[in-house]
């Protein structure tokens, strides 16, 4: 290891010093710290953005799950809120049903998922140092995620809601 003054090409002036001491030594795989520390961090760089794409595939995964469910329940309940609409119930009413529904929904799912990863996490770091020197009460973490998976969670609801108040009344007690 050798340290030198900003600008001095350093490993070409200890590659001239080998060669003079004994020329059949080739130095190699020689470079700058801030050479070998990029070359270390690339690769977790790499498995950083693999592992980011595999949330956000994660993420709308979830959020066309989730959609599909509240369509289906919408599909299934139908009859039922074609009767609330005949009755006079407004649209905004059932609009909140169903996003209340959704709500609870992700509601509990947040928290649960939030209970295992903090869990999760601390046994985590009781196991391995690289782990346990990661902040793993992060404000930004602990409430950003689930803040963001809630608000596509509910915009995924909100889709089929909406369609939900376009139900004709006549066509949905015709139906049964």
Not at 30 to 41: D, N, T
Not at 89 to 97: E, I, N, P
Request: hydrophobic share 55%.
């Amino acid at each position: 290891m050798l340290r030198a003054a900003p600008g001095v090409d350093a490993i070409a002036a200890v590659r001239r010093e080998i060669s003079a001491m004994d020329s059949t030594i080739a130095p190699f795989n020689a470079r700058s710290m801030a050479e070998q520390i990029a070359q270390f961090m690339s690769m977790l760089k790499a498995a950083s953005w693999t592992y980011g794409l595999i949330g956000v595939f994660g993420l709308v995964l979830a959020s066309v799950g989730l959609a599909g469910v509240t369509a289906y329940s919408v599909a299934q309940r139908g009859h039922e809120i074609g009767v609330r609409l005949a009755l006079g119930a407004q649209k905004r009413d059932v609009l909140g049903l169903v996003m209340k529904e959704g709500a609870v929904l992700v509601t509990g799912g947040a928290l649960i998922g939030l209970a295992l990863a903090w869990a999760g996490m601390h046994a985590l770091a009781g196991v391995f140092f690289s782990v346990a020197s990661v902040q793993h009460d992060d404000p930004v973490l602990l409430v950003g995620a689930p803040l963001l998976l809630a608000g596509l969670a509910l915009l995924a609801c909100y889709v089929p809601a909406r369609r939900s108040t376009r139900i004709d009344p006549a066509v949905a007690l015709r139906q049964e």
